[in-house]
């Protein structure tokens, strides 16, 4: 990439799930924007995202969350 300009991404999320997740982020020395730059970076090198989406029944998603 080039000088490239950047923008602001705005998202909606559980503010537990943002919180664990920086946590997590943090732990292994990055935070949300490195994480984000490193997932967008995958998706557009490779075409694909970088794990296999799975769809969960609604009695499934509280027994999948930790």
Do not use: C
Not at 32 to 51: D, I, L, N, R, Y
């Amino acid at each position: 990439m080039t000088d490239s300009k950047k923008v602001t991404l705005n998202v909606k999320i559980d503010a537990e799930l943002k919180q664990r997740a920086e946590e997590a982020f943090k732990a292994m020395g990055a935070n949300t924007t490195v994480a984000v730059t490193m997932f967008f970076k995958e998706v557009t090198a490779t075409g694909q995202m970088p794990f296999v989406p799975k769809v969960y029944s609604e009695s499934q998603q509280g027994s999948n969350e930790k």
